[in-house]
Structures are given as structure tokens and as C-alpha cells.
């Protein structure tokens, strides 16, 4: 029923759908907005092409494309992860399982020592969610990230073994 797989191009549709619901973007630094085929087509290429740096999987639910996560190894022991759900799907824990499941693939698979997760201001939804999943937070940073020509505050949460 909730699956992580790579992506592949039978992705795409969803998420040129999901990546455009403004509710979902503006708490994501990485993919731009508005959000096109082509954007899609290319991190797709793009995760095909193992790197050994970006772990990146699709989630699927009830055999339909619901969001991503993705790992991006920032040396040879820690990571930073990113998620995003479909808003359809939002409030019944399913990025608590997924997290999860990635959390222990980092750990166990990769042989991560630490995950981190950089979270907007008043992103209630992903604090609570890490929190669940065992991560702890680790303080407030300003203007730790742009977006074009806006800068944003984050609380950095980590989950450290
Ligand atoms: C963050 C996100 C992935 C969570 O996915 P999800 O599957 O809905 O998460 P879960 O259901 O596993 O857990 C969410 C928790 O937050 C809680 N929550 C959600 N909105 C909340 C709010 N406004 N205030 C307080 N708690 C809230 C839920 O009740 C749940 O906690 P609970 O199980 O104790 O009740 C999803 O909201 C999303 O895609 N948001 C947009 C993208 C995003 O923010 N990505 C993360 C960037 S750091």
C-alpha cells in the first residue's frame, strides 16, 4: 500500500501536480515554482544517475505517485533529508512511516551517523513530524536559506545514533 521506490518517468504527472500546490512549495527550498514537465523529466535523469552523494525516493500510496524524500549525503557520515507530501494524503502519519523507513535505511544501509532536517519557521506539521520520528532540535538559524531574493529563518532538527 505505501511504497518507496525510485523514481522513474511514470512519476512525472504527479509531481507536476503535487510540486504546484503552493501549500506544499513554500515550505521546500529545492524545486522551483512553478513547477514544470521538464523540471520533473530532469530530477528524474538526475536520480537515475547514482552519485553516491543524493538518495532520492518516491513514495507511493495505494499504487499512485503521493511525494518524495531524498538524503543528500554531506560527507561520509551525515545527511540532510527533504520531504514533501501530497496534501490529499497530509495527517495520516504516512511521512511518519516513510521517515522512518528512510531514517533507518540512512542508519543501517548507509551507515549514516546523523540525519538533519532544516525546517521554515512555522512549519508546524514537519516540526511535530520529527520529532515523532526521534529527532531532536538543535536551534534557530537565521537566513540560513534563500529563495530568489528572500531569505528565511530555519530551526535545524537532527537524529544522531
Ligand atoms: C510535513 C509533511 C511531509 C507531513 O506529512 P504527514 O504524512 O502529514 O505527517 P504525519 O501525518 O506523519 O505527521 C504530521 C504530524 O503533524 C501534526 N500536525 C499537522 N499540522 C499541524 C498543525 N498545524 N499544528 C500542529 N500539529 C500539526 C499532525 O497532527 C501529526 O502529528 P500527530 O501524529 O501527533 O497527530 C506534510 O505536511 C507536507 O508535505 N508538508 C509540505 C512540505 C513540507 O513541509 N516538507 C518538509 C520541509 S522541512
Known sequence: MLKLTEYSERHKDGMVRILNNENIAKWLIGPPFPYSE???????????KKNGTDHSF?????????????????????????????????????????LTRVADYAFNALNLKRISAYVF????????????CG???????????????????????????
Open 121 to 132: 519557521e512555522d512549519n508546524i506539521a514537519s516540526e511535530r513530524l520529527l520529532i515523532k
Open 135 to 161: 529527532f531532536e532540535n538543535e536551534g534557530y538559524l537565521r537566513k540560513s536559506h534563500r529563495k530568489g531574493d528572500k531569505y528565511f529563518n530555519t530551526k535545524l532538527f537532527s537524529k544522531v545514533i
Open 58 to 98: 518516491a513514495v507511493e500510496y495505494e499504487d499512485e505517485f503521493a511525494g518524495g524524500i531524498s538524503l543528500h549525503l554531506k560527507n561520509d557520515f551525515s545527511a540532510v533529508t527533504g520531504y514533501y507530501l501530497d496534501e490529499k494524503h497530509w495527517n495520516k502519519g504516512i511521512m511518519t512511516e516513510i
Open 38 to 48: 521538464e523540471d520533473a523529466l530532469q530530477y528524474i535523469k538526475s536520480c537515475s
